[in-house]
Structures are given as structure tokens and as C-alpha cells.
């Protein structure tokens, strides 16, 4: 059975930081892409940040130059170090990791980042 568990997150103010890890176990294929990907209330979920395999790293405009999604591939990890938070960061952070036949989700991880 596949888990992927999150940590992190939590309640920061405007202008702070915080990091998101995520780490995927089980009997698992090989992993291609990894991700982080968000959902404010009223708002459908969103891609943050990706990263394939190949070293190929792709953001949202919207956090572009703030955000920085690294990851461990030896022991399945993803990050996302968040800096200059912003109140409209505020949102559910979900980690995501693709094999070739099907993607895997993380449970969730709230962010607030009061104003």
C-alpha cells in the first residue's frame, strides 16, 4: 500500500516562511514527477510547483522567485521551501507524486498567512 504523508505548514505571518515536506512509502513504482499543488476556499486546487525526474521544475506565476520545490529522490521526498509569504498564499497544500500509471496524493497540509 501507497502513503504519502505531509508535514509542515501551519499559521505565519505576512512576510514569514515555512517549509512543506512530503515523503511517499510503500510499494511503489518508480516515481516521475513530484509536485505541490493548493486549494483556497471557493477557489479549485492549483499547481504551486512540479519537478520531474528528469530536473525539469516548473512554478506558478504566483510564487515564482518566493517558492522552491527541491526533492530526495533516494528516499522519495519532496519540499517546498515557502519565503515572503503573502496573505492570499493562504490555502490547502496537497504534495502529489506520478508514477507511470497513476498519481498519488497527500493528505493536505493548511497554510495561513495572516495580513
Known amino acids: ?14 512576510g514569514g516562511s515555512l517549509r512543506l515536506s512530503c515523503v511517499v512509502s510503500g510499494s511503489i513504482s518508480r516515481i516521475n514527477g513530484m509536485g505541490w499543488y493548493r486549494q483556497a476556499p471557493g477557489k479549485q ?13 516548473n512554478y506558478a506565476d504566483a510564487v515564482k522567485g518566493r517558492f522552491t520545490i527541491s526533492r530526495d529522490d533516494a528516499k522519495n521526498l519532496v519540499y517546498l521551501q515557502m519565503n515572503s ?15 507511470m500509471y497513476r498519481s498519488y496524493w497527500g493528505q493536505g497540509t493548511q497554510v495561513t498567512v495572516s495580513s
Not at 505531509?6 to 499559521?11: E, K
Not at 486546487?45 to 525539469?56: D, F, H, I, K, Y
Open 1 to 14: 500500500q501507497v502513503q504519502v504523508v505531509q508535514s509542515g505548514g501551519g499559521l505565519v505571518q505576512a
Open 45 to 57: 486546487r492549483e499547481l504551486v510547483a512540479t519537478s520531474t525526474s528528469g530536473g525539469t521544475i
Open 85 to 99: 509569504l503573502k496573505p492570499e498564499d493562504t490555502a490547502v497544500y496537497y504534495c502529489k507524486a506520478d508514477t
